[in-house]
C-alpha cells in the first residue's frame, strides 16, 4: 500500500494506492473535511525555482536544467502574446492536484484510467462522536431485545450473554443489532456498564431501578424537579443507564403533580376559537356582578348587578347590599322579563 498526504490553506486530501502481486493498482483519493497542515517547503522550493528560472530573472546555473529552459522559450517564442506569471499554490489547486497525482502514478509501470474521490475524516470530532453517541442510543431504544420484547424480562439478559459466553439469540436480525450494541458495554465483577462519550461507565439498570432513579433525582430529598432532557442528563451524570432512560424522564416529568402545578400557565386555548354572531335580539345575554363599591350608598347598597343583550346593546342595572341566588332570581323576573 502507498499513501501520501497534500494539505492546502483552503483545502486537504489523501491518496491512496494499493498494488497486488500481480501489479494491479486500487487508486483512491479521500477529501478531507477538516484543514490540515504539514511542511511543503521541499515541493515548494523546486516548484518556485523552476518557475523563477523560466522568466529569465536569474540565471540558470544548472547544466542539467538548460535545455529545459531554452526549449521552453522557443515554445514561448511561437505564440504571439504570451506571458509566465507566478501563481501561489492556494490559487492553483486544479493543476497541482493534478501534478501530484501524476508524479505519484508515474512510478508505476501500469497507469489506472479512473481514481474514486471520496469525503472522509478518519477521526471524528467531538461534535461528531456525540452525535454518533445519540444516534446509538436511538437505535438501542428500538432493539428488539428491549421495548419489543416481555416486559418481565431483563433487557441486559442479552448482552451479558454475549459478552460472557457468546451466545446469541435465534433471530438473525437481533443477533446483527446485539453484535452491534455489544462493543459499548462491559461486564466487570456481574455488573453490566455501558461506555459512555464522557469516557464513564455508567452501570446498567432495570426498567423498574430505572424508574425507582428517576423517581428519586426528579423528586428526592435533593431533587429539583427538572424537565425531561436535564432529568435524563443528571441521570448519566450519576452514572446510570437503562434503555430508555430519555422517554422514562421525559413520561415522569409530564405525569409529576408538583411540575403540572408550578409549571408555566398554558393561555394557548385547548381548541381553536371562532367568533361568534348574534342573529337576533335576546340570543346572548351577559350578567356581571360590580362591587362591593366604597364608600356605599345612602342606603348602604355595595353591589351593582347588571345585565346586557350582545345584539341590540340594551342594557339594566340595580343595586343591591348583597347579591345572592334569590337576588338574581328577582332581578331578571322584575327587569328584563317583566
Known amino acids: 500500500m502507498y499513501f501520501d498526504g497534500a494539505a492546502r490553506r483552503n483545502e486537504a486530501g489523501a491518496g491512496v494506492l494499493f498494488v497486488s502481486p500481480r501489479k494491479d493498482l486500487l487508486p483512491y483519493s479521500f477529501v478531507l473535511t477538516q484543514i490540515c497542515s504539514y511542511n511543503e517547503a521541499e515541493y515548494q522550493a523546486i516548484l518556485l525555482g523552476l518557475g523563477i528560472a523560466l522568466t529569465g530573472e536569474f540565471e540558470v546555473k544548472k547544466l542539467e536544467l538548460e535545455p529545459l529552459w531554452r526549449h521552453a522559450g522557443e515554445l514561448l517564442a511561437q505564440i504571439p502574446e504570451a506571458s509566465l506569471h507566478h501563481v501561489p499554490r492556494s490559487k492553483n489547486g486544479p493543476a497541482d492536484a493534478l501534478a501530484g497525482i501524476a508524479a505519484i502514478l508515474a512510478q508505476f509501470d501500469q497507469r489506472p484510467s479512473q481514481v474514486p474521490i471520496y469525503e472522509r475524516w478518519v477521526i471524528p470530532t467531538p461534535a461528531e462522536e456525540e452525535t454518533e453517541e445519540e444516534e446509538t442510543e436511538e437505535i438501542e431504544e428500538s432493539l428488539p431485545f428491549s ?138 345575554w351577559g350578567m356581571d356582578i360590580i362591587g362591593p363599591i366604597s364608600p356605599k350608598s345612602d342606603s348602604d347598597r355595595q353591589y351593582i348587578l347588571a345585565a346586557t343583550d350582545y345584539f341590540s346593546k340594551w342594557a339594566e342595572a340595580d343595586a343591591y347590599q348583597e347579591v345572592k341566588a334569590v337576588t338574581v332570581v328577582d332581578f331578571i323576573r322584575t327587569q328584563i322579563i317583566y
Not at 439478559?157 to 435465534?170: M, Q, S
Not at 441521570?235 to 422517554?247: A, D, H, Q, T
Not at 400557565?265 to 348574534?278: D, E, G, N, R, S
Open 147 to 284: 421495548a419489543s420484547q416481555n416486559q418481565t424480562e431483563d433487557w441486559r439478559e442479552a448482552i451479558i450473554n454475549f459478552l460472557r459466553h457468546g451466545t446469541l439469540p435465534v433471530d438473525l436480525r437481533e443477533q446483527v443489532q446485539i453484535r452491534r450494541a455489544a462493543p459499548k458495554y462491559v461486564f466487570i465483577n456481574d455488573v453490566l456498564y455501558r461506555r459512555s462519550y464522557e469516557g464513564l461507565l455508567l452501570r446498567c439498570l432495570s426498567k423498574e431501578e430505572g424508574s425507582q432513579v428517576l423517581k428519586e433525582t426528579h423528586s428526592g430529598i435533593c431533587g429539583a424537579h427538572q424537565a425531561g432532557p436535564k432529568l435524563h442528563l443528571q441521570v448519566k451524570r450519576l452514572s446510570y443507564y437503562w434503555l430508555s432512560m430519555l422517554r422514562d424522564a421525559i413520561e415522569m416529568t409530564r405525569t409529576c403533580k408538583q411540575c403540572q402545578l408550578h409549571a408555566d400557565y398554558i393561555h394557548q386555548a385547548p381548541k381553536p376559537l371562532h367568533p361568534t354572531v348574534t342573529s337576533w335580539p335576546f340570543e346572548a
